[in-house]
T-cell receptor
Framework: EAGVAQSPRYKIIEKRQSVAFWCNPI?????LYWYQQILGQGPKLLIQ????????DSQLPKDRFSAERLKGVDSTLKIQPAKLEDSAVYLC??????????????FGPGTRLTVL | KNEVEQSPQNLTAQEGEFITINCSYS?????LHWLQQHPGGGIVSLFM???GKKKHGRLIATINIQEKHSSLHITASHPRDSAVYIC???????????FGPGTRLSVLP
């Protein structure tokens, strides 16, 4: 079974530029998560999808971040415009179903973003 | 105060040593997860606990719901165990995962 795929793996941009990340979850997984992990910290949830609907985006900075999962399969996360403090690893994870805390999440390799 | 705290923050051990990493949390939870993150970013789920104790190979995880505390133990540690270990809890009130800051473990040969 293929794992969660993410691209690109690394991205360097200048502040005020735009950037997009792509995630393809494990086939058949209904729930998809985007996390931001700043160096030295644990992951922080940005947005959670159940199929193509948003379950939780309370911690997504909506003035500059957006995400979509139009067909309920792959997803894109966009930052426009980027700030220096957006430098982090962006992790995508998926789980087979949404059942609160009892669902095992499978993580992608992450995209390391550096904003100069 | 962070909702999920881990100790120690960093840990260096010699190969073969018994290792304990602790996690304490302040929110009401239905499940606690231990995750392993290797250099390069990939995260792997090790355990999912709601009570008691689980064992997988050289890894043991315990949870005490009343004390809001969990421990991850590694027996006969090996350099390949070097990674960041992250505790994550499912917050029943917020209905979301809350992650600890991680414990960076280095096992020296």
């Amino acid at each position: 079974e293929a794992g969660v795929a993410q691209s690109p793996r690394y991205k360097i941009i200048e502040k005020r530029q735009s950037v997009a990340f792509w995630c393809n979850p494990i086939s058949g997984h209904a729930t998809l998560y985007w996390y931001q992990q700043i160096l030295g910290q644990g992951p922080k949830l940005l947005i959670q999808f159940q199929n193509n609907g948003v379950v939780d985006d309370s911690q997504l900075p909506k003035d500059r971040f957006s995400a979509e999962r139009l067909k309920g399969v792959d997803s894109t996360l966009k930052i426009q415009p980027a700030k220096l403090e957006d430098s982090a690893v962006y992790l995508c994870a998926s789980s087979a179903r949404f059942s609160g805390g009892n669902n095992e999440q499978f993580f992608g390799p992450g995209t390391r973003l550096t904003v100069l | 105060k962070n909702e999920v705290e881990q100790s120690p923050q960093n840990l260096t051990a010699q190969e073969g040593e018994f290792i304990t990493i602790n996690c304490s949390y302040s929110v009401g939870i239905s499940a606690l997860h231990w995750l392993q993150q290797h250099p390069g970013g990939g995260i792997v789920s090790l355990f999912m606990l709601s009570s008691g104790k689980k064992k997988h190979g050289r890894l043991i995880a315990t949870i005490n719901i009343q004390e809001k505390h969990s421990s991850l133990h590694i027996t006969a540690s090996h350099p390949r165990d070097s990674a960041v270990y992250i505790c994550a809890v499912w917050d029943n009130y917020g209905q979301n995962f809350v992650f600890g800051p991680g414990t960076r473990l280095s096992v020296l040969p």
